[in-house]
């Protein structure tokens, strides 16, 4: 990864307390607010860590006194105020506040974050804003509370709707309190509720998995995120995998338990819109869209990524070092990349042949065109006027496809 400086950027990686400059260049700056702008912003507090998970995320016991969510928020602030005055300023098409745990900041710590992105930036009429919360940090009044607050949807990390898998993903709450966190939302007033499954865990057997589509369609949600399970380098489940404590999960059965969540899901009105995303009409999540549509967003607080007219950053990951360089008034960047042409090509082929609306036809050279029509060829991809579209086995080898058109 790129950690210097740019062609016509000025940006540098500094230690606590220098000061570091960071420019936008006008090139990029062309078209900001006339394309939708989107802001994530990081929560990086857990109360528990969980063992699969490599996000950039502390305990109360790791950060001690380094770092707090006072200080974090004050460096929020800090760092919208100044991302607005390098952009501009657009209005925000869609907000996302992710993590971690943001629910752990209670309904009225969220309230002040939104509250912070609409004094910094000010939202355009209708937009999305979502938070992520873990189903055991959240309660019917947490929810009215961020409904008054102007948040539009919640996501929840389900994962499981089985003990036993719970258990082996260090979940700490109960099989039945992601369901009735989502009720919760709902009987609150949110029309837009996400449910986080997590299929391929050690030990899942095909009637666990039933057992979450059962739960998650009881619970009435527009929208399903299923990842298969990773096993993360450096995780305490990667560990366990090692020492050969765990097994690691497996590729058929993997593809055998995606396939059955599709066609769970698609039988009752949420279908896929990404590999691993599925949702009633009209309910797909407007900023991960941005994210795979190429989009302007500005990622806020640490470890944040950002994209801006083909300008790629980074902020530093601790909690400490974000909240001392913009208390020391420079924007924590932890390093930066212009994109060149041909990164952007890889990327628009990668993230659109995910999308089913698909990959445009007009993206590809010569070559690449030669290599898509192999893969249709073999049933992986399917022509739709201008566009390529994975078939249902093309979205289990979704990656595989990906690589033979861009070789
Ligand atoms: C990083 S979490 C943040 C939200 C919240 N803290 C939670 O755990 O629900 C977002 C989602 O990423 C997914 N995730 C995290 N690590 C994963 C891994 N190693 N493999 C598959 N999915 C993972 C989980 O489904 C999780 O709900
Ligand atoms: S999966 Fe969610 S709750 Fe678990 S450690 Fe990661 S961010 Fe925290």
Redesign the pocket.
Same mark, same amino acid.
Request: charged share 25%; aromatic share 14%; proline share 0%.
């Given at each position: 990864m790129d950690t210097g400086g740019v062609s016509g950027l000025s940006t540098s990686t500094v230690g606590r307390g220098e000061a570091a400059a960071f420019a936008l260049p006008e090139s990029a700056l062309i078209g900001v607010g006339r394309r939708p702008f989107g802001i994530y912003v990081h929560v990086p507090?857990?109360? $528990?860590?969980?063992g699969?998970?490599?996000?950039n995320?502390y305990t109360a016991g790791e950060l001690g006194t380094s770092a707090s969510p006072q200080s974090w928020m004050e460096g929020l602030r800090r760092e919208l105020d100044l991302a607005a005055q390098m952009t501009g300023a657009p209005a925000v098409d869609t907000v996302f506040v992710g993590?971690?745990?943001p629910s752990l900041l209670g309904g009225d710590g969220l309230a002040d974050v939104l509250g912070a992105v609409r004094s910094s930036f000010g939202l355009a009429d209708g937009a999305e804003v979502t938070t992520?919360s873990?189903p055991e940090s959240t309660s019917p009044e947490f929810f009215e509370r961020l409904l008054a607050g102007g948040f539009t949807r919640i996501s929840l990390?389900m994962?499981s709707a089985a003990q036993h898998v719970l258990k082996v993903?260090?979940? $700490?709450h109960t099989p039945g309190r992601a369901v009735a966190a989502a009720l919760e939302a709902r009987a609150a007033g949110f029309g837009h509720v996400n449910l986080d499954l997590i299929y391929g865990t050690p030990g899942e057997r095909d009637e666990d998995l039933d057992l979450s589509l059962d739960a998650v369609l009881s619970a009435g949600v527009d929208h399903v995120s299923a990842y298969a399970l990773i096993v993360e380098d450096g995780t305490a489940l990667a560990r366990k995998v090692r020492r050969g404590e765990l097994p690691a999960p497996d590729d058929d059965v993997l593809a055998s338990r995606y396939e059955r969540i599709d066609a769970r899901l698609a039988e009752a009105g949420l279908t896929w819109y990404e590999v691993s995303n599925w949702a009633r009409e009209d309910a797909a999540c407007q900023h991960n869209l941005g994210y795979w549509d190429g989009g302007d967003w500005w990622g806020a607080g640490p470890g944040a990524h950002s994209h801006v007219g083909g300008v790629r950053w980074w902020n530093v990951k601790h909690p400490a070092r974000y909240a001392d360089q913009l208390a020391a008034g420079s924007l924590p960047v932890g390093g930066s990349e212009q994109l060149t042409d041909e990164d952007v090509h890889v990327e628009r082929v990668m993230l659109t042949a995910r999308l089913r609306t698909g990959l445009p036809v007009a993206e590809l050279d010569d070559a690449e065109r030669r290599a898509a029509e192999r893969v249709v060829a073999d049933g992986l991809l399917v022509r739709a006027g201008e566009h390529l579209v994975l078939t249902d086995r093309g979205r289990l080898l979704a990656d595989a496809v990906v690589r033979t058109v861009l070789r």
């Open positions: 507090f857990c109360a $528990t860590r969980c699969y998970c490599d996000f995320t993590g971690g745990t992520e873990n990390g994962q993903l260090d979940r $700490t």
